[in-house]
């Protein structure tokens, strides 16, 4: 496996990524402006698990500049949560808000994650991850919100009910797609 760079200057000087990433000798940040949605969520997920891989597992999500969440958003920094507790890790929100705190607290992500209100103190130096710009695929979003979906029924069995349908209607989207890809072009 070779090293991959997650905060490279490779990104264009003039994007301006809605996640920023860095890390410390003892966390690893992920900054988010604006909203916290699907559209960010499989970079987020590809960088955690990139860090995890290399035994980090103390993450510190700084939502200071973020305006709201979706529940793929959520079930992604759950899912990351999941991964680093079995290791003795933790991820703490910081800066979250009210509002936000009210989205993470409602879905019971309270009793896995660490919310705190207060502002960050000094940051580490913080970047674009190297793949900022990629737009993920089709079949690479559908997996993405299906496992933050299954995390946060994972977290709590009670969500079952609140997004039973949105997984019905992935797991269906993610076997089309995966029995399309098998099918040869004349068959």
């Known amino acids: 496996m070779h090293n991959m760079d997650f905060t490279s200057s490779k990104t264009p000087p003039h994007f301006d990524s809605p996640i920023l990433v860095g890390e ?9 402006r604006g909203r916290g949605s ?6 987020i997920k590809r960088f955690a698990a990139h860090m995890i891989a290399q035994s980090k597992n103390s993450f510190i999500i700084d939502l200071e500049e973020c305006s709201g969440m979706d529940s793929t958003f959520m079930g992604t920094l759950t899912g990351i949560a999941l991964q680093v507790h079995k290791t003795g890790g933790e ?10 705190r ?3 607290e409602n ?7 660490v919310i705190r209100n207060e502002k960050p ?7 674009p991850p190297h793949d900022a710009g990629v737009v993920p695929d089709k079949s690479e979003s559908a997996r993405t919100m299906l496992d ?3 995390a946060l029924i994972e977290a709590r069995p009670g969500n079952f009910g609140i997004f039973q349908d949105v ?14 890809g098998d099918s040869s072009p004349g068959e």
């Open 24 to 32: 410390t000798r003892t966390h690893v940040w992920i900054r988010v």
């Open 38 to 43: 699907f559209h960010v969520s499989s970079g």
């Open 91 to 100: 991820v703490q929100v910081i800066a979250a808000g009210d509002r936000n």
């Open 102 to 104: 009210a989205s993470l």
């Open 107 to 113: 879905l019971g992500l309270d009793q896995l994650i």
């Open 121 to 127: 103190g000094e940051l580490p130096h913080l970047d």
């Open 148 to 150: 933050a979906h299954q």
């Open 167 to 180: 997984m019905e209607f992935l797991e269906k989207e993610i076997h089309e797609s995966e029995g399309a």
